[in-house]
């Protein structure tokens, strides 16, 4: 969100598809049924660096297993703009579908629908509240990554002064779950009080829009934690407008190309950095045992790392990418 954004890097009224076919090896149909060797990645937006790295490892790993894997995305971060997708996909069943659901709750009967179809659901990234639909949940912790925000906001602001959570979307498993961990953790330091969490829509306009407010209400604003890179621009924006880069510190979430370069110029002063092509692998391990009958793992989790100015070279390696 993901999921991310995760984030909508491009806005649009309709839904629209975008599509990578990775060949590898053949397909074998089963009479009539789902095409066994055929996984499609469902992502939360088109696009989006996170995104296309999940696509990057589910690619190498499918070519690794002897899959084909195809991608299809939604324009935007949104139920109505991923529905239409993933019910274009199971009109070509595949035997399996990775998919970063966009909500909790609104996406759970499409995709329970898909699974109604005999198709096998893995979800990457974000996850539906109901836990019986998909055979495996992989994502980072990203309770621990809100945690390890609050972990790192507090020592850039020297464990004290007013900090603000600025969220995108309620319902979005994934940054909901950072900001209930950055809020948790916040606890733990006498000197900082919480401001809250306040709601972008996925939109940076709006984000700065809440730091403006947020600095007329709080001149004394310390530091900002933002769960994706929309509500991380949006807030950069807002600071920038009052002067307030620098002083008031950042954390974002991710590490795409505009948020390193941002970290690079110092413009926010550190990232939680996920490993989306890990998940994208995994997913496509995860389908492949489901497909061949093997045991699944229920829940997967990974890794996450801090990175700021200091460090950034030695964990370049988490960086996410535009393209494969």
Do not use: W
Request: proline share 4%; glycine share 10%; charged share 20%.
């Amino acid at each position: 969100m993901r999921v991310a954004k995760r984030t909508a890097a491009m806005i649009g009224a309709m839904a629209a598809v975008g599509a990578l076919v990775v060949g590898c090896g053949g397909s074998v149909s089963n009479s009539g049924g789902t095409d066994a060797k055929k996984l499609v990645l469902i992502p939360g937006v088109a696009d989006e660096p996170f995104y296309i790295s999940m696509q990057c490892g589910a690619q190498d790993e499918a070519s690794k297993l002897g899959y084909q894997l195809d991608t299809q995305a939604p324009t935007k971060f949104d139920a109505g703009a991923q529905t239409p997708v993933l019910t274009g996909v199971v009109a070509n069943k595949p035997g399996a579908i990775l998919i970063a659901p966009t909500h909790a709750q609104a996406m759970a009967n499409p995709i329970k629908q898909a699974k109604d179809a005999g198709i096998k659901i893995i979800e990457v990234d974000t996850a539906l509240d109901d836990t019986s639909i998909a055979l495996s949940s992989i994502a980072s912790d990203n309770k621990k990554g809100g945690e390890l925000a609050a972990q790192t906001l507090a020592k850039l602001i020297g464990d004290k002064g007013p900090v603000l959570v600025i969220n995108t979307k309620a319902g979005t498993s994934t940054t909901d779950a950072r900001a209930q961990g950055f809020e948790d953790a916040v606890k733990a330091y006498p000197g900082i009080t919480s401001l809250g969490v306040q709601y972008n829509n996925n939109e940076a306009a709006q984000a700065a829009s809440i730091v403006t407010a947020t600095l007329a209400a709080h001149p004394d604003l310390a530091g900002i934690f933002a769960t994706n890179l929309s509500s991380a621009e949006g807030a950069a924006t807002g600071l920038r407008n009052a002067n307030k880069l620098g002083q008031v510190k950042l954390v974002g979430f991710d590490a795409s190309p505009k948020q390193v370069e941002d970290l690079k110029a110092g413009t926010v002063q550190a990232l939680i950095a996920q490993d989306p092509a890990g998940i994208g692998a995994k997913g496509v391990d995860e389908a492949a045992a489901a497909l061949e009958g093997k045991p699944v793992t229920r829940n997967i989790q990974t890794d996450m790392v801090a990175i700021t100015q200091a460090d950034m070279d030695a964990n370049s390696k988490y960086f996410y990418k535009r393209k494969c």
